[in-house]
């Protein structure tokens, strides 16, 4: 099927060409005009945080909309008739933006508890509307944050803080999508000593991300898509298009370089190197959908987005790409550089072919030494702290931190992050119980204060508020919030017909993290079975798939370890631009998993397929083994330069904690998966293995569809026989 996708879309190239960009200009078009709006659904059926959030959007529909914190210091004390004056016009000003609902001053009556001990710092909570399945709008954020800087001065300090400030301050600079794609622009123009060359890469990616991202912000009408979707799904879209591309241009060059014509050899580029494309992107594919198994609405989005990305991308590279070989022919070199020009020809002269044979010749040294290394990478992540970083992570430029800045000084970390208690209370007797509740939870080692309970009108529910004396990203807070749930709580009530839910942000950690142990094992196993069962219908081996998802994760498990390091520990922190250490977000492993898995699967399948070619024609293991590292050994690791700065890129390129997170974790497994995996691990075990790498039972070739996997030989054979007999036929049509 391939090859005729090849042969239509080289011979009919401008029509092919006007389909791609009617659909990326319709795709634009469409989600500019019916684009849904980022929002984030962090909900988690049956946890107690959720049961909580429940009992305050039904019982306290005032309580249940998103807040924002107003925190000022004054050293002449916020109390002083020209601060008050100050604050209240402030006040006054922020009632009146869209969406507020009230705003708790601390020069009310109720407000006391908000004025620090000494007086010079308080803080006041802007109360919004709750927004059904959406957020307050950025603009309105914005807003508040224009007019709490312009009330500013008079010896009077103002700071927005909380977690809706901190999604207001989420930027997009736009800088590390062109800095990825200007740094793969050198890569492949030293790969390939061309310029015409490194362009069709470039070029195929750019139309599928653009499309791809044009569909994350349509599924954002469906689906949870948080705000920082389009990064992630760009960072994994720039990847895999450019080397899935790359992989097709590389050997369409090799085939031109040995004599072929520009038609038959952009039909055996696809059908050979197209295949293992087509096969790399449906791994990722599934990777990524498997996702939607663990249950979390927030990260569907990611998941559907990142998918339709890749899959595009993939898309274009099997027909666009083979339409712009045909506008380049054999121009495919000019503009050259002669410096780092290369006929990409992996023979026994190379420089990949006699590293092969050293790993050959010492298989077990050179298995152990790696093995060593990436475990040694690997040692963190049995220390992994999972949660969700606060503001105290954030840059001191921003408002959000030096909001919790002013609050940790004034009132203790704690009051970063108060945990919410949901009482539903059946018989209104029961305030006597909750207040005798709250008295004693004051008294609980970890607490700094606990307000009395706050009842609705109905009078069938209250809130307590328990600030801890830790910041909300302490383990200390953990263990507190677990001592609340299993032991304070159920020992103060004693039996009361009160059924009282701890929730919170920090709650909601506790809950997610828990949730996410339970659920991480099943997508885990699902997306190893899947990947498993498709590799072994394409190289008819069990060994060969099982090694393949070991050495996955071994690469996954380095990417883990080296982010625990450097986001949890602080290693090199500084050299990345991180501005203080925190848990890791408790979403990463499950998205890093399933992205690394699928992305590594890229190399693996490129270099088995060359290999498994070379087996098909030799029937010898070690020289197969030699002869697919030597044919794919370059351009593998142009792949992976290029797949890393890419990752690289957004980890300098943007100031958002979790991206420069997420980037990381990507570069460092495609970087120990192209060096440390590819060109040592799989020649060596391969060796060892001898043609055991290739068993297959018989009763299971019955029962599994074999997907072909043809020697180049046979490919240009079929292709130039086909071609030949279209030559024979034009000859005898009649004039």
């Given amino acids: 099927m391939l090859e005729n996708v090849a042969r239509w879309s080289f011979r009919h190239r401008r029509w092919m060409l006007l389909l791609w960009v009617v659909a990326l200009v319709a795709f634009i078009g469409l989600q500019l005009v019916a ?41 002449a004390g916020v109390t002083d008739p020209a601060v008050q004056k100050r604050m209240e016009g402030l006040f006054a000003e922020l009632a009146d933006l869209r969406y507020v609902l009230r705003i708790d001053s601390p020069y009310s009556e109720a407000g006391q508890r908000q004025i620090a001990p000494d007086g010079t710092i308080a803080f006041a909570t802007v109360h919004f509307e709750r927004i059904e399945g ?29 977690p809706l400030v901190q999604f207001g301050e989420f930027e997009n600079p736009g800088g590390g999508e062109g800095i990825a794609i200007l740094a793969a622009m050198i890569i492949l123009v030293i790969a390939f000593g061309s310029v015409i060359a490194m362009g069709l890469p470039i070029l195929s990616a750019l139309f599928g991300i653009g499309i791809g991202i044009s569909m994350v912000l349509l599924f954002a009408n469906f689906l949870s898509v948080p705000n920082f979707t389009p990064q992630l799904a760009s960072m994994i879209g ?3 298009g450019i080397d899935y591309a790359l992989f097709i241009v590389t050997r369409y060059r090799q ?9 038959p050899a952009t039909l055996v580029a696809l059908t050979t190197s197209g295949r293992a494309v087509v096969f790399a992107g449906i791994t990722v594919v599934i990777s990524l959908l498997g996702i939607l198994l663990m249950g979390f609405a927030f990260v ?13 991308t993939m898309l274009a590279s099997i027909t666009l ?5 045909g506008f380049v022919g054999h121009n495919i070199d000019k503009w050259r550089l002669p410096l780092f020009h290369s006929k990409e020809i992996g023979d026994e002269t190379s420089m990949m072919f006699r590293w092969s044979r050293v790993i050959q010749r010492r298989p077990v040294i050179m298995l152990l030494t790696t093995l060593v290394v990436i475990v040694t990478l690997s040692l963190p992540l049995f220390s992994i702290n999972l949660g969700f970083p606060d503001a105290g992570t954030n840059d001191v430029d921003r408002s959000s931190r030096r909001a919790y800045d002013l609050l940790s000084e004034g009132f203790g970390p704690g009051f970063n992050g108060p945990l919410l208690l949901a009482a539903d209370v059946d018989d209104p007797q029961a305030l006597e119980t909750l207040n005798s509740l709250s008295q004693q939870l004051a008294e609980v080692p970890g607490v700094a204060a606990v307000t009395p309970p706050f009842p609705n009108e109905a009078g069938d529910a209250a809130i307590i508020t328990v600030f801890p004396t830790t910041s909300p990203q302490d383990q200390r807070t ?56 498709l590799l072994v219908g394409v190289f008819r081996s069990i060994v060969v798939p099982a090694k393949a998802a070991l050495m996955n994760l071994l690469s996954i498990g380095a990417a883990y370890g080296v982010i625990v390091a450097i986001f949890q520990w602080g290693w090199g922190k500084d050299l990345l631009g991180v501005h203080g250490t925190g848990p890791i977000d408790a979403w990463v492993p499950m998205m890093l998993f399933t992205i690394l898995f699928g992305l590594s699967m890229d190399y693996e399948i490129f270099l088995l397929s060359r290999i498994r070619e070379e087996y098909v024609r030799t029937k010898d293991n070690a020289l197969a083994v030699a002869n697919g590292v030597a044919s794919t050994g370059r351009v593998i690791t142009a792949a992976a330069a290029i797949m890393v700065t890419v990752f690289l890129s957004f980890v300098f390129g943007f100031e958002e904690r979790s991206i420069k997170l997420f980037g990381m974790g990507l570069a460092v497994a495609v970087f120990v998966d192209a060096t440390l995996i590819r060109m040592v691990l799989v020649p060596a075990t391969m060796e060892l293995l001898g043609d055991l790498n290739w068993w297959f039972p018989k009763w299971l070739a019955r029962l599994v569809p074999q997907i072909q996997i043809e020697s180049e030989e046979h490919v240009v054979q079929h292709v130039l026989e086909e071609a030949a007999a279209e030559d024979k036929e034009k000859e005898t049509e009649p004039v």
Avoid: C, W
Avoid at 255 to 263: I, K, N, T, V, Y
């Fill in 300 to 312: 569907e989005g990611v998941a559907v987005g990142g998918a339709a990305t890749v899959a595009v």
């Fill in 321 to 325: 790409l083979p339409a712009m070989l």
């Fill in 478 to 533: 953990n263990a507190l919030v677990t001592r609340l749930r299993d032991d304070e709580i159920p020992g103060a009530l004693n039996g009361a017909d009160v059924h009282v839910y701890v929730g919170g942000q920090t709650a909601a950690a506790i809950d997610f993290a828990e949730v996410n142990g339970q659920r991480l094992p099943i997508l885990i196993g699902v997306v190893i079975a899947l990947s498993f069962l």
């Fill in 255 to 263: 085939l031109l370089h040995q004599g072929m014509d520009p038609e």
């Fill in 35 to 75: 684009g849904g709006k980022y929002s984030t659904d962090f909900s988690l059926p049956g946890a107690e945080s959720q049961k909580a959030l429940d009992v305050l959007k039904e019982r306290f529909p005032e309580q249940a909309g998103d807040t924002a914190d107003i925190v000022f210091k004054a050293d």
């Fill in 134 to 162: 959406d957020q307050v709008p950025v603009s309105v954020i914005k807003k508040l944050m224009a007019e709490a800087d312009a009330a500013e001065g008079g010896g009077v300090v103002i700071e927005p803080g909380g």
């Fill in 238 to 240: 720039i990847g895999v």
